[in-house]
């Protein structure tokens, strides 16, 4: 038993409803409604340095405890402050150097550290068509999977992609988030003069709500990106498959390193306490 899911089961008699994250709001493990753990989430890189090592905050029905440098346990409980130090302390002799140790450098900093895989993907005559990819070494299996599930986002959508959108589609089988961008090439002899197409990039799905709160940025570049897809893909459609698959792995390549430029943190506001009472008011 690894010590997350071991500290989990320690304080689940007490705290049945628990998460442990990291300072950039990467979920490692929560007993907390999904809904709940979004609500949360977002508000933690920005108060968890007000926490000293080893002390608690207690807001409503939450409780947050940081237990080393980078790493919190949340609780929902109506439990009395004097049983929640109690239950704390008893963590803290229990699992702080473990924790420390097994977590001692700083977690993730940008999108592209936490990306797994990319593909580009085109609805062509015979249905969705895999083009590029990384990493290169993807098993095919695995490419056609995803491919094939960004896809058959446009089912019954009778106009297509034709209107340019992110979604997040869970990947559970890779344990990862999907951002998925669907957008249009326009090419004559394809039905309707344009062939739909998707940019998909899987990353950790605990990173889920930092990546919720990135979506414009997201957006932003995959827009950009979808124009030189489009572009790349007029220019090259005459050319052999492997010879788009190369010139296409490079405009993934490129679009990686822009993922760099996203920060997982959010911009610390000076109504972050009032806001995150105002969301706690709907917590159960």
């Known amino acids: 038993m690894s ?3 071991e500290m989990s089961a320690f304080i689940h008699n007490v705290i049945p409803k628990h998460a442990f994250l990291l300072r950039n709001g990467e979920i490692l493990k929560s007993t907390i409604s999904e809904n709940n753990i979004l609500i ?56 702080a150097n473990n924790i420390k140790t097994q977590f001692s450098n700083p977690p993730a900093e940008t999108v592209k550290s936490i990306l797994k895989s990319m593909i580009f993907s085109m609805s062509k005559e015979t249905g ?12 095919e299996t ?23 959108m992110v979604s997040m589609q869970p990947f559970l089988q ?12 326009p090419f004559k002899g394809a039905r309707g003069n344009a062939f739909d197409s998707s940019i998909t990039l899987l990353v950790n799905y605990s990173d889920r709500a930092i990546i919720y709160e990135k979506h414009n940025e997201l957006e932003a570049i995959l827009e950009d990106f979808s ?8 220019e090259y459609a005459e050319q052999s498959i492997i010879e788009q698959r190369t010139v296409f ?10 993922m760099d430029k996203i920060q997982l943190k ?3 506001s000076d109504l972050i306490m009032g806001e995150m009472l105002k969301s706690l008011k709907g917590l159960k």
């Open 249 to 258: 792995t490079e405009l993934l390549k490129q679009l990686e390193d822009e």
């Open 40 to 95: 949360i989430t977002p508000f933690i890189p920005l108060i968890i340095d007000d926490i000293p090592v080893g002390q608690f905050i207690h807001k409503k029905k939450l409780y947050i405890f940081r237990l080393s440098k980078h790493f919190v346990i949340l609780g929902l409980t109506e439990l009395q402050n004097s049983v929640a130090d109690i239950l704390f302390q008893n963590i803290s002799e229990r699992y």
């Open 266 to 268: 959010i911009n610390k």
């Open 128 to 139: 969705p068509e895999p083009i590029a990819w990384r990493p290169t070494g993807m098993k």
């Open 142 to 164: 695995e490419i056609l999977n995803i491919s094939m599930k960004t896809m058959l986002t446009l089912t019954g959508e009778i106009n297509g992609a034709n209107k340019k």
């Open 3 to 5: 010590y997350l899911s």
């Open 227 to 234: 124009i030189l897809f489009a572009d790349k893909y007029i």
């Open 174 to 185: 890779y344990d990862a988030l999907g951002i998925v961008y669907l957008f249009q090439i």
